[in-house]
């Protein structure tokens, strides 16, 4: 087992090196596209700026504790989109012009290949976002923090970050059968924005999907609402629930999809 992991770690820096050599062929298009993706994500807080001149409170939400839920939102969004990118070539492409065959054919973890494969450079701008973001609503005394507090912090990123990648995996995974099941895969994600506003401000059908049957709710509102002092350490619980939950469930539906899988024929 330790074997094992020590060779997918040395495989994983090999690939991700070679990956870098590729994209510094062009590094004007590589910074561009990264500054490009900053700004993107900088006009969501000039959006809280402009709502909040015409309405000072949002369903007893301050402009400060939104601006601190929409950067925690960030930074599991962030983490996946850096590290598992490439799952959305096998809905969109790898499937169905059949290039997916290329990692059947090499002695590794079909499911390794893809996320090694590609780094996502355009995610710094939102880690970036998210982490200024944070440390602005920690300045301010928006949160509160402790040691414990700093512990469920980094173990709710990286629960967010699994829910993240398992929704997305569930989703690409549907194209071994359909060949391209890209669209599905984006309606289902889009769907994470809603999760960096309270679920109380939508409709109760919003609150039910985004809550209980594509969970984005838990990735940012509950637990960024346990830090503003609005909720209880509970929701980081059920939060690692459903992380572990999606995830099991996720890559049980890809393996079984690889099992199912016949190239793109002809």
Request: net charge positive; aromatic share 18%; hydrophobic share 55%.
């Amino acid at each position: 087992m330790v074997h094992t992991l020590k060779r997918y770690m040395r495989l994983y820096r090999v690939m991700v090196k070679q990956f870098f050599k590729v994209i510094m062929q062009s590094k004007v298009d590589f910074f561009m596209g990264l500054v490009g993706f900053f700004f993107t994500q900088a006009t969501g807080i000039i959006f809280l700026y402009l709502v909040f001149e015409q309405i000072p409170d949002l369903q007893g939400w301050t402009l400060d504790q939104l601006i601190f839920i929409y950067g925690f939102a960030q930074i599991p969004r962030g983490i996946d989109h850096l590290f598992t990118d490439n799952i959305w070539m096998i809905a969109w492409r790898l499937v169905i012009t059949g290039d997916f065959d290329r990692y059947m054919l090499r002695p590794m973890n079909v499911f390794f290949q893809v996320i090694a494969e590609k780094l996502q450079p355009d995610a710094l701008g939102e880690l970036l976002i998210g982490s200024i973001l944070v440390a602005v609503s920690v300045g301010k005394g928006v949160v509160v923090i402790s040691p414990a507090h700093i512990g469920l912090f980094l173990v709710s990123i990286l629960a967010g970050a699994l829910i993240y990648t398992s929704i997305k995996t569930f989703f690409a995974a549907f194209a071994f059968w359909i060949k391209k099941s890209g669209v599905f895969l984006q309606v289902a994600y889009e769907l994470a924005d809603f999760a960096k506003y309270p679920t109380e401000i939508y409709h109760k059908g919003i609150q039910f999907i985004i809550t209980w049957v594509i969970p984005f709710a838990f990735v940012a509102y509950f637990p960024a609402s346990y830090f503003l002092g609005k909720g209880n350490a509970g929701a980081i619980g059920v939060e690692c629930m459903i992380a572990v939950i999606f995830w099991c469930v996720a890559y049980g539906v890809f393996n079984y999809g690889l099992k199912c899988y016949e190239s793109a024929g002809n």
